[in-house]
């Protein structure tokens, strides 16, 4: 039987924060921004297997905000890796080697994923194995060459997020590759293994969580 995954990946340490709580136990509008990512999976299928892949160092400090603020979504939890590489690889070890379905990797300080983009990944994924959210950019982009720099068509290009969804053989083939520096995501894994790449319509809200302007944005988006 077919089984569909998400990887709930958060290994920050909260330095780009200027604080010694990492990024994704901070909490916005009453409730820590890891529980709003997991909850938005939850609420897009109740069904859906979460792997949450963690430091074993903060195992212990997740506990007690679950039980804090009485979190009781299920989940299994994997250690975090050196790099996100082997963080993800963690994650996937938790899925049996037989298993079939899909898989989604996201970010766990991405909370403001819509429920609309995480069913286009999923029902995207069971077609075209290997699928990723993109939004325009909207700012123009230059080009720097050396000392010099052009303008280039930012029509030609796109924003990646996650989830980022697999077909679950595809993914685990993919990662029992050796790492490589040009491995920036979960897309770039599969494409090395000569994977195609589907791009799908993202959310523009569906930030990255990752500095203090950053959560004073998350703020407003809540507020509204």
Known sequence: MNKDYIIIVAGGKGLRMGGDIPKQFLPIHGKPILMRTIEQFHKYNDNLNIILVLPSSQ???WYQLCSKYGFDIPYDIADGGNTRFDSVKNGLNLIPDTAFGI???HDG???????DVIERCYKSAHINDAVIP???V???VRHLIGKTNETVSRSEYRLVQTPQTFNIQLLKKAYKQAFCDSFTDDASVVEHLGGKITLVDGNRENIKITTPFDLTI???LLKD
């Open 59 to 61: 195992h212990d400090y």
């Open 103 to 105: 898989v989604g990797v």
């Open 109 to 115: 300080v991405r909370p403001f994923v819509s429920l």
């Open 134 to 136: 993109v939004i325009p």
């Open 138 to 140: 909207f700012e123009t």
């Open 218 to 220: 998350a703020e407003a």
